[in-house]
T-cell receptor, first 111, second 114 residues
Framework: DAKTTQPTSMDCAEGRAANLPCNHS???????VYWYRQIHSQGPQYIIH???NNETNEMASLIITEDRKSSTLILPHATLRDTAVYYC????????????FGDGTTLTVKP | ETGVTQTPRHLVMGMTNKKSLKCEQH?????MYWYKQSAKKPLELMFV???????ENNSVPSRFSPECPNSSHLFLHLHTLQPEDSALYLC?????????????FGSGTQLSVL
């Protein structure tokens, strides 16, 4: 699986958009970008995934650059409950269990 | 509620004790996983089961013994653990281990070994 680079931590004001970047410059053509988050002392939760097109669901939007070397997860209106560690994972579509969870980005949403 | 339930939520055990962690999924999935998350470390995949058969063991010490009696249940039997085994143990499931499915995690068991 391709290696990813994420900032260690970020702050965001409540109600504002949170934009979490991820660099994956060695991504292969058949690798997808997945995002999970982990709220303190709970299991990770799937957020969204994409291959090359931008994706949106009820939780977030995923913007993937045209060269696919980086992506941004967008939480449009962050709430205090969005405070968590966010993991960007790049992997082929199979072998879900072998997803490599790195250190992620700790997002703190402040009132 | 993710559809994956882990019990107990917290466990304290001595190094000579034997205990078991339980995981149950109500999603109709065929693959189940055990992960370990030590303090300030990334998740580590321990075991993978697909259709009740173990398909991966990531060099886990024998003091951890998994059991998968059916596709809905997964156990992790613990014996003669060490203090460094203290961690959050997470169970996850997916449709199968070769499919294009995302992982669903339980809330984990926070284990403390004294």
């Amino acid at each position: 699986d391709a290696k990813t680079t994420q900032p260690t931590s970020m702050d965001c004001a409540e109600g504002r958009a949170a934009n979490l970047p991820c660099n994956h410059s060695t991504i292969s053509g058949n690798e997808y970008v997945y995002w999970y988050r982990q709220i303190h002392s709970q299991g990770p939760q799937y957020i969204i995934h994409g291959l090359k097109n931008n994706e949106t669901n009820e939780m977030a939007s995923l913007i993937i650059t045209e060269d696919r070397k980086s992506s941004t997860l967008i939480l449009p209106h962050a709430t205090l409950r969005d405070t968590a560690v966010y993991y960007c994972i790049v992997r082929v579509h199979t072998n879900a269990g072998k997803s490599t969870f790195g250190d992620g980005t700790t997002l703190t949403v402040k009132p | 509620e993710t559809g994956v339930t882990q019990t107990p939520r917290h466990l304290v055990m001595g190094m000579t004790n034997k205990k078991s962690l339980k995981c149950e999924q109500h999603l109709g999935h065929n693959a189940m996983y055990w992960y370990k998350q030590s303090a300030k470390k990334p998740l580590e995949l321990m075991f993978v089961y697909n259709f009740k058969e173990q398909t991966e063991n990531n060099s886990v010490p024998s003091r951890f013994s998994p059991e998968c009696p059916n596709s809905s249940h997964l156990f992790l039997h613990l014996h003669t653990l060490q203090p460094e085994d203290s961690a959050l143990y997470l169970c996850a499931s997916s449709q199968d281990d070769q499919g294009r499915e995302k992982l669903f995690f339980g809330s984990g068991t926070q284990l403390s070994v004294l």
